[in-house]
């Protein structure tokens, strides 16, 4: 067991060695914050409430400016001397970060922790998280206009996903980067409703929201298209040989009607501001040279 998780630590380092060399080149700040959240991470820039934010964590890609910060590790397999090399007054973190003795780490030290509360996982949910780090951030206008856009922006995905016939089966193919190896998202994540919301169906249902790969899921599956995450998808290179090789595909409607597509991590994994447009973009891709009503 130990020698997987350091094949992933060691993967994932390499993975993002390029922003692990990335330095704070501010040099004045009102406090330190390490901002260990991709959805955190958005808002914030959304908010345009960034000032102060010296690090993030490497799944944090989203806007590109982002990526030009230090990282402090993937999420789920941090490193304290990472974050302390970053001098942090406070870290925000949204309960789903690790390892624990990390955690209990940084809790002995008594450095000042924040996440924002518990917000359901819908469009409401990411309306009220995106209106209470407006109001700590100062930024009550800026959180009322993205809201606003939020809305309207899903207001018109769900219009435009009426005029399909049918609901297209999605299959989403996922690079975990914590665990080193594909899994398949299911119905039951963000990415499943948004897929839904963009008028197809999740090939996969289960209990949780990500399910290992295996041929017997994907063959069951028989999905029309595939939607392979970037990580994973430029992993492989976007080589069509190189992606029949992942477990189940090669027999794939989607595979011989060549409908695989690369997506964006981050597009699909957690809600934020541009919920509505990435809802929109996913219909683009898996509604491609499909009749409509």
Known sequence: MKKIILFANISLMVSGCGRFANEDKKETHHERIVCISKQYSEIIFAL????????????????????????VGYHRALSAEAILAMKPTLIFQDNNIGPEHV???????????????????????????????????HKE?????LCSKLKNDMKQALESA????DSVRVLVIHYGQATNHY????????????????GGKMAVTDKK??????????????????????????????SPQK?????????TKAF???????????????????TGENVMLIQKLIHQNEQTK
Not at 258 to 272: A, K, P, Q, S, T
């Open 141 to 145: 206008r800026q959180a009322d206009s």
């Open 243 to 251: 992606i029949k090789e992942l477990p189940g595909v090669a027999s």
């Open 162 to 165: 009426k005029q399909y016939k």
């Open 103 to 137: 955690v209990k780490q940084l809790n002995d030290l008594k450095i000042p922790m924040k996440d924002f509360g518990k917000h359901s996982n819908t469009i409401e949910g990411t309306d009220s998280l995106i209106r209470e780090m407006g109001t700590y951030f």
């Open 256 to 274: 011989r009607n060549n409908r695989i597509y690369r997506i964006e991590e981050h597009d699909l994994v957690y809600m934020g501001p541009r």
């Open 48 to 71: 345009q409430a960034q000032d102060d934010i010296v690090a993030v964590d490497v799944s944090s890609t989203y806007p590109a400016e982002v990526k030009k910060l230090p990282t």
């Open 209 to 238: 929201g990500m399910k290992d790969i295996s041929p017997e899921v994907v063959a069951e599956s028989d999905p029309d298209v595939i939607l392979l995450t970037d990580f994973g998808y430029d992993r492989l290179g976007g």
């Open 183 to 198: 899994l398949v998202m299911t119905k039951k994540g963000t990415g499943g409703k948004m897929v839904e919301w963009a």
